[in-house]
């Protein structure tokens, strides 16, 4: 089976952000398989920081079975309509780049953005191929929860065409079974959704490296550790862990590292630098393949969204990727994924904006390393029994067999 994928912010392990599709895409060619993805040239954590998009476009097979299609040009953009041309610029590239490839059997459509998966609704409708469509997140209404989209009418025309996109997708796709309830009470029969969850690949992290030498590449010697990775947005709400970063003040061991990127970051830097946050610190974004480095050589990893039904909802990539590392998640997100957290005792749950929670979690953590340590153990074991991407895979297997073209059987 041939399977396009048309996915913006695709990223290969070797490049930051999240790394779900390659993943998938892998073991869906171990199965006999191949994927062409047609993609761009900006990546996932950069896409909203403002920076320039390199302009050439590129096609190469990065692995075997696997073939990028790159649509350059374009711009990402620190503000709204910025990044609204870039969603549209890529729109339009990536459904000209799905047009051009070849013997499709099925098209894969993401979301977000609606956008990116409108092309390639309108490239399986040319190609009178199936279209599936996979939920990652829900919007417009994701993004009116935390008041980055309030016009009234961009809001309708986006609510029409989700609507659109779900009567008309052969499948949907959700990486959370968080997102089941919302897109039922949207009209989506039940039987219709599957999920495929998000989850990690296990082997990429050493539950049993002590990162001594990443310690000391990153002058951390001496230092209680606790990570946040991952974008620096609205979403993300990063000013609670600034404002407990303020609170341990009295606590000099700890060092709170952000390591990644995205429109908030230049205006974390500056707040941290106007308030004296010594004990804060900031890193660029990384490739997932060394991320799992920097993951030993911390003691705890914090993952935080704004206060939202909304956010309640999702299944953060970088949990998982700190559970596999076994290390505690100092948590402040509801719903599903606390679940999970709760399910594995692999950390320690707060409220979304509760930054005293925070602090206080992070204190308990440090003063209790053996407890501590119980917990990263407890996530490991959680992640390989219910949350390995290899297995994760084989269940978007058996949807996209079921609903392939009947050419491809």
């Known amino acids: 089976m041939h399977i396009l994928l048309i996915h913006r912010a695709f990223a290969q392990s070797n490049q ?7 993943e998938l895409s892998r073991a869906l060619v171990s199965k006999g398989h191949r994927i062409t993805v047609v993609t761009s040239t900006v990546s996932y954590l950069q896409a909203d920081s403002g920076r320039a998009i390199p302009a050439p476009s590129s096609r190469e097979t990065i ?28 729109m339009f590239r990536g459904f000209a780049a799905g047009l051009s490839v070849r013997n499709v059997d099925l098209v894969w459509a993401t979301s977000p ?33 935390i008041g980055a989209l309030r016009n009234p009418l961009a809001i309708a025309v986006s609510r029409a065409l989700a609507q659109v996109l779900y009567k008309n997708a052969k499948v949907i796709i959700i990486n959370s079974p968080g997102f089941r309830a919302h897109l039922i009470a949207c009209g989506v029969p039940a039987a219709k959704i599957h999920l495929v969850a998000n989850g990690v690949d296990i082997d990429m992290f050493d539950p049993n490296s002590d990162g001594s030498d990443m310690r000391t590449q990153l002058d951390w010697q001496g230092k209680y550790v606790v990570l946040y990775s991952g974008a620096h947005g609205m979403a993300n709400d990063l000013d609670t862990l600034l404002d407990a ?77 700190y559970m596999a590392a076994a290390r505690p998640t100092v948590l402040g997100i509801g719903g599903v994924i606390r679940e999970v ?14 930054a005293e929670g925070m602090a206080a979690a992070i204190r308990r953590l440090a003063r209790s390393p053996a407890e501590a340590k119980a917990m ?24 996209l067999q079921e609903f392939a073209s009947p050419r491809s059987r």
């Open 16 to 22: 930051p952000g999240g790394t779900r599709h390659i």
């Open 63 to 90: 692995e075997p079975g696997i073939e990028v299609i790159r649509c350059g040009g374009g711009t990402s953009g620190g503000t709204f309509f910025s990044r609204l041309g870039g969603m549209f610029g890529f």
């Open 113 to 145: 953005t609606l956008f990116q998966a409108l092309a390639a609704f309108l490239v399986g409708l040319l190609k009178h191929r199936p279209v599936i469509l996979e939920i990652r997140d829900i919007w417009p209404d994701a993004l009116e929860d």
């Open 245 to 321: 970063a303020r609170g341990l003040k009295d606590f000099p061991e700890a060092r709170i590292v952000l390591l990644g990127d995205g429109p908030e970051k230049a205006r974390l830097i500056a707040r941290a630098q106007a308030e004296g946050l010594d004990n804060v610190q900031f890193l660029d974004a990384v490739p997932k393949n060394e991320m799992a480095q920097i993951l030993t050589a911390t003691d705890c990893c914090v993952a935080h969204l704004k206060p939202s039904a909304m956010q309640a909802m999702v299944y953060p990539n970088k949990v998982f990727d």
């Open 341 to 354: 957290i709760e399910q594995a005792q692999g950390g320690l749950c707060t409220e979304p904006g509760d």
């Open 376 to 399: 990263g153990r407890r996530a490991r074991t959680h992640v390989e029994t219910h949350f390995q991407r290899q297995v994760i895979a084989e269940s978007l297997l058996r949807v």
